[in-house]
């Protein structure tokens, strides 16, 4: 067991602020962030994440508006599923389905923010936190097994790497949710142009509200560009007035 002394010490380190990383990390995992999205292999696996954040979007909104969560499924092709039991219709059911294409965005822009102020070991433990908690409602075995081991691997880093490394994984997974949640967006609009996805996010949006689905996807789009800006300025803005 801790110790009282010991204990103080992992709150401290939870809560502490760590170093601020050097430019040239900040940019380098801009960089790697950027890339994981737009090169194609990557992407594949790497859009895993965003899947992960984007159905804990809607069960997160499901909860906040009231909503039961009846499970979330997280599939091989990094497709997803969310299901929860409530009206139908009405503000939480909006909420709920505007959730998912937005959640990676503004995950990104919490950890840019919590990253700002250096709390580095604090955003992997939450994210480790967060993890946790989107287990218990797994309803299929790969989705069980994707979010063990991607908790293992924040958990490992957050526990036996060094600062420098802790920095850099936290920076490019930050990065990676800032620009991997504009580029679904896309996507999506692609398959509805071909006439797929007719049961997507801003079609059932379209069939709630009588607002065009198109409407819905700008929405999408602009909350998700909007975070990215937001998340640059805050990651930053902390050390470039100290290159100039």
């Known amino acids: 067991m801790l ?9 401290d380190q939870l809560l502490g602020a760590q170093p601020d990383p050097p430019g040239l990390v900040v940019a380098l995992t801009a960089v790697a962030g950027l890339l994981a999205v ?40 990094t497709s997803g599923l969310t299901l929860s039991s409530g009206r139908p219709t009405g503000f939480g059911m909006i909420l709920t389905l505007l959730g998912g294409y937005i959640a990676p965005s503004l995950v ?7 990253l700002g102020g ?26 069980v097994i994707s979010l ?31 620009f991997g949640g504009v580029r679904p967006v896309f996507e999506l609009q692609s398959l509805r142009g071909r ?18 689905a198109l409407f819905w996807v700008g929405v999408f789009l602009v909350v998700n560009l909007g975070a990215l800006v937001v998340g640059t300025f805050l990651l930053a803005g902390q050390w470039l007035p100290a290159s100039i």
């Open 148 to 178: 063990l081991v991607t908790g293992a691997i924040v958990f490992a880093v957050s526990w036996y790497a060094s600062p420098e490394v802790q920095s850099a994984f936290a920076y490019a997974g930050v990065w990676f949710l800032l």
């Open 38 to 77: 737009a090169f194609r292999p990557a992407w594949r696996v790497a859009r895993n994440a965003v899947t992960i954040a984007h159905e804990g979007g809607h069960a997160l909104f499901a909860l906040l508006t009231g909503r039961r969560l009846r499970g979330i499924r997280l599939e091989f092709d």
């Open 108 to 114: 990104g822009v919490l950890g840019a923010w919590l």
């Open 195 to 212: 006439g797929r996805m007719r049961d997507s996010d801003p079609d059932q949006l379209a069939r709630i509200t009588h607002v065009p």
């Open 3 to 11: 110790s009282i002394d010991g204990m103080s010490d992992l709150w």
């Open 118 to 143: 250096n709390r580095i070991t604090l955003l992997l433990w939450l994210a480790v936190a967060l993890l946790l908690l989107m287990l218990i409602n797994i309803r299929n075995l790969f989705g």
